[in-house]
């Protein structure tokens, strides 16, 4: 909305009603303006680097730089998963499904001495420190 004035020119946020632009308001905005029908929320943690968050982000929404997703816009020869050549390359196999991915995570349970982990999609990953007995740790 636009309204004319002889008074200096300004812009205002009014979408909160406080008159005061922060990014956590548009972040409330665009969350509540997107509705039911998108994913769900990302859960960031803060616990580790920004970059770990973004790449676990692009993962959930499965847009990451996996061969599947890269075939739109790039010249590939194969979407082939290049570490077991069985299944095409996409976010679920590679964190998931791939032989080589469910070996790093038996591994991971090992050492972290907690339940196997069992995942049938990246978004399994994200959820599976809600379901560890283990603690925070
Ligand atoms: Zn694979």
Redesign the pocket.
Known sequence: MVRLSNNKDSWIWNIDREDEFSVNSVKKALISDRGSSHLPNFEWCKGVPIKYNIMAWRGNMDRLATRINLRRNVDITSVM?P?????E?SVD??FT?????IRVWAAISTWCNIPPIFAFDFKDLMDIHNSNQEGKK
């Open positions: 998963c570490f077991c050549d069985e299944y390359e196999h590679l499904a791939c032989s080589v991915a």
